[in-house]
């Protein structure tokens, strides 16, 4: 199972912080992923959104990202603190 | 020392434990952003930081060891809450040591121009009228993108 984590805003758009989800057959790539989130919450280009990044088990990583499915995978607006 | 927790920051009592920290240094140079009690158009009631472990902790240790590449400090102290915060209450507190004057006001600055926009953080105010995620400006990004011009030298 991946665990799918929404910060920020994506967690009022999704109406959750988190999700344990099998991949489909076919979403095996963070390119793919996105499609298919936003899919699943009927929403257009909020995860498939540039400004979105993406981490796999704590790393940043790029769209091209082969997923295995049972990894820990965040999705992640702009960041900022202070 | 990176902190990144719930516990109210005391900016006064994070200062004296730094200068204990900073022992022998010649210039000491502290920061305290505070949550402001007005935003765009409305007042603020509540400010709420979230923050993911362990990438938040990791990047601010790699700007942590950045700043002391670039400038010759003797101690860093960088503190940070997550939660909910009230106006008046410390965000963050960055405090830095060196021999000299320059150095301690250079890397603060850096430091909380990384913290600003590129830290792993969302906030979310509370206003009068709703509530509101807020992301980085225009000049937070131009701010942080002076350490990218003077890396070379």
């Known amino acids: ?82 | 020392m990176i902190v990144v927790a719930e516990t109210p920051i005391d900016a006064g009592a994070s200062l004296s434990a730094f200068q204990v920290d900073a022992h022998g240094a010649g210039g000491i140079v502290s920061f305290s952003g505070v949550v402001r009690d007005v935003a765009k158009t409305n007042d603020v009631s509540t400010l709420f930081l979230q923050a993911y472990s362990p990438m938040t902790e990791n990047g601010i240790q790699a700007a942590v060891d950045e700043a002391n590449t670039r400038w010759p400090l003797t101690a860093i102290h960088v503190k940070h809450r997550t939660g909910e915060m009230a106006p008046g209450d410390t965000i963050v507190f960055v405090a830095t040591a060196s021999a000299h004057r320059r150095a301690a006001f250079e890397a603060a600055d850096f430091l909380m121009d990384y913290l600003k926009t590129k830290a792993v953080f969302w906030k979310k105010e509370t206003t009068t009228e709703g509530n509101r995620w807020i992301e980085p400006r225009a000049e937070d990004y131009l701010d942080s993108a002076r350490w990218d011009e003077t890396k070379e030298t």
């Open chain 1, 1 to 82: 199972m991946a665990n799918l984590l929404y910060f920020g805003r994506l967690a009022d758009v999704t109406g959750k912080t988190f999700d344990t989800v099998s991949l489909p057959n076919g979403v095996n790539t963070i390119a793919s992923l996105r499609t298919w989130l936003d899919q699943k919450f009927g929403i257009e280009n909020v995860f498939q959104a540039p400004e979105i990044r993406a981490a796999v088990d704590n790393e940043f990583v790029d769209n091209d990202r082969v997923l295995n499915g049972n990894e820990e995978i965040a999705f992640m607006p702009p960041v900022g603190g202070g």
